[in-house]
């Protein structure tokens, strides 16, 4: 018999973290459910740890694809009602998938929900928590501020998932959301039930990648049909996201790269001056401490 829930991990690399994402699968209070895990391309042990579990762990080892492509397979290899999406370094509470499974059953007109996460650290101590927010217009707030679903803590009917687009690879979890919210309705649940972890080695460490992905997805998005009830939103959202770039680069010590996302977002939407300016001594303090400071004379 086919199980309730298949749980798709794509994992590159991940010998370090992957036998604890796995148990915190195996360790649902929802016991029907399987795991994929598709090896993408690893040259460690990460498809030894998948197969040591035995059943319901299945592994599926392919060439590098990237993470796309390894969750398509997964999607495509998944035998469940629901697929839920965990990242082989992040971990899940027990009820996890069990509160999201009764929600859902509840409510057929919802095709797919979301949760709360918790970043921790390497020590798994806690770094910053994120409940999960409602959200009248789930695309327009994804457009707007991008991160409000976190991969992670979400999950779908199969026969409504669509497939991830192997073109993003940092942004494409953000892009297949917002083609998702277009298909159906998704429930929020805000409790804090995963724990992400934060690291530097994440991928999204990589701002100049973030920033070509980030638009890309964006002017895919538009370049569409699902993008036609928010082109009066084009400048304000494309300039948030200018706005967010902007904090990321200062953030990394890059404060050339933050004024010029800060002029480029001004340009597009001049109210989101309100950003910068509504928090000057943060924003100053940050990029005094990020460039050399003229020598006294």
């Known amino acids: 018999m086919s199980p309730l829930v298949s749980v798709v991990i794509p994992a590159y690399n991940a010998e370090r973290t992957l036998g604890d994402t796995v148990d915190s699968a195996l360790a649902q209070s929802l016991g029907d ?30 060439p590098n694809g990237g993470v796309s492509t390894a969750r398509n397979l997964g ?12 990242d082989a370094d ?44 409602v959200y009248p217009d789930l695309c327009e707030a ?6 409000v679903v976190n991969m992670s ?9 669509p497939t991830f687009d192997p073109r993003f ?40 990648l973030l920033e070509r992905d980030t638009f890309a997805v964006l002017d895919s998005f538009f370049a569409g049909p699902l993008g036609d009830a928010y082109r009066p939103l084009r400048r304000h959202i494309y300039s948030n996201h200018r706005m967010i770039l ?25 109210a989101n001056a309100r950003r910068p300016l509504g928090a000057p001594s943060r924003w100053v303090r940050r990029l005094a401490t990020t460039r050399p400071m003229p020598a006294r004379s």
């Not at 494409?172 to 530097?200: E, H, M």
């Not at 902007?246 to 001049?270: D, E, F, T, W």
Request: aromatic share 8%.
């Open 33 to 62: 459910l399987e795991v994929v895990v598709v090896d993408d391309g690893s040259n460690d042990a990460t498809a030894s740890i998948a197969r040591r579990f035995g059943a319901p762990v299945r592994c599926i080892s392919v």
């Open 246 to 270: 902007a904090g990321s680069y200062l953030h990394a010590g890059k404060p050339a790269a933050s004024l010029r996302s800060v002029a480029a977002g001004l340009a597009l939407h001049p």
């Open 90 to 133: 992040d971990q899940w509470e027990p009820e996890k998938l069990l509160r999201q499974v009764d929600r859902l059953e509840a409510d057929p007109d919802a095709g797919a929900g979301y949760t709360g996460i918790r970043r921790v650290d390497d020590a798994q101590q806690t770094v910053g928590e994120s409940p999960a927010r």
């Open 142 to 147: 994804l457009l707007l501020f991008s991160g």
């Open 169 to 208: 690879s940092q942004c494409a979890d953000w892009d297949y959301f917002l083609r998702l919210s277009r298909l159906t309705r998704f429930v929020a649940i805000p409790d804090l039930l995963v724990r992400y972890r934060s690291s530097p080695g994440r991928m999204s460490s990589d701002i100049g």
């Open 153 to 161: 803590s979400s999950i779908v009917r199969r026969s409504l998932a």
């Open 75 to 86: 999607i495509d290899a998944a035998q469940g009602r629901y697929v839920a999406f965990l």
